[in-house]
């Protein structure tokens, strides 16, 4: 099989992991070609073919058939989309359906339609795929690397609570720095995106420079460390898709905290989770669990997520799917 997995983003996070690493095990079997921006080329070229692109927008008529017709001579079986704005491209270009176009959503959306255009919809979470109309399946996210491996190499615990991920509103940061005001332990926030500069000015605000330090997003390898290193992962967001990291936290015995999310009501138990974009719920919970974290015992939870979610097994469940249209 032919496959190509198709992504326009400014920043290499969540998403694009999730493409590397489902695309390094499908490369084993079939030949794999990714189609990105300029910014993302680096990040895949040393191990798949990469069709560089221009980023354009969705509406742009000219940049749409070019891609088009660069398209017809590559003979793709399968394209699969990430996201709202490839899958909508690709909607508009493949009608005469010279491949076959699945396509996952990786985050809620108030407008699926461009979803429902694709023949098959892959949704991380459940809720994902609530208004999908076209055959769907949800295929969570996973961890793709050895646990004990990562373990083996840190002697002890920190002190501090970690949070990571995209300074984007959807993930809550602010709301998890103004709910921090009365915690005594340290934060270390994780990430990079639009909302960097006024993450700072809101800790300089509040006069938690002491308390709250805020770095760049690191290499994945160096980011399980720092999962491995903290007393606890915190999970602030107002919405999501997965998330991801609350999956590569517990697989290295480090507890999550968590709004609840994406698939967090099937991974924590219902006592562990906080109402989502609530900053008067998310300041009490962590007031609460904070103090008590010694009393947190994720043990199963830990076995539970290191058994069931292998990226080998998500992988196979997405060939599945593709081969439905072969």
């Not at 007031?287 to 058994?307: F, G, P, R, S, T």
Request: charged fraction near 25%.
């Amino acid at each position: 099989m032919k496959i190509a997995h198709f992504v326009s983003s400014f920043n290499f996070g969540g998403i694009e992991q999730h493409i590397f690493e489902l695309a390094t095990v499908q490369m084993q079997d079939n030949e794999i070609l990714i189609i990105c921006n300029e910014y993302l080329e680096p990040f895949y070229k040393d191990k798949f073919n990469v069709i560089k692109i221009k980023n354009f927008s969705r509406r742009n008529i000219f940049q749409r058939y070019k891609l088009k017709e660069k398209l017809k001579t590559e003979n793709i079986d399968i394209l699969h989309t990430h996201g709202t704005k490839t899958t909508s491209i690709i909607s508009k270009i493949n009608n005469k359906k010279n491949y076959s176009h699945i396509s996952t959503i990786h985050n809620i959306k108030k407008d699926v339609t461009s979803y429902n255009n694709s023949e098959h919809v892959i949704g991380v979470s459940s809720n994902l795929i609530e208004n999908i109309t076209v055959n769907s399946t949800v295929v969570t996210n996973w961890i793709s690397f050895d646990p004990m491996k990562v373990l083996s190499g840190i002697e002890k615990k920190g002190a501090h609570a970690l949070a990571v991920g995209r300074f984007e509103k959807a993930k809550g940061f602010d709301l998890l720095i103004k709910s921090w005001v009365n915690i005594k332990s340290n934060l270390k926030i994780i990430g990079e995106g639009s909302q960097l500069a006024s993450l700072n000015n809101l800790i300089k605000k509040l006069n938690l420079e002491k308390r709250i330090t805020i770095e760049s997003f690191l290499p994945f390898n160096n980011l399980l460390q720092e999962y491995a290193k903290a007393r606890v992962l915190i999970i602030s967001s107002r919405n999501e898709g997965g998330p991801r990291v609350a999956l590569e936290a517990l697989a290295l015995k480090t507890p999550v905290l968590s709004t609840n999310v994406g698939h967090m009501n099937s991974i924590l138990p219902n006592e562990l989770l906080c109402k989502p974009d609530s900053l008067e719920a998310l300041k009490e919970y962590l007031e609460k669990h904070m103090n008590n974290l010694e009393y947190i015992n994720q043990d199963a939870i830990y076995k539970y997520v290191q058994d069931e979610f292998s990226l080998k097994a998500k992988s196979d469940k997405i060939e599945s799917i593709y081969k439905e249209f072969i």
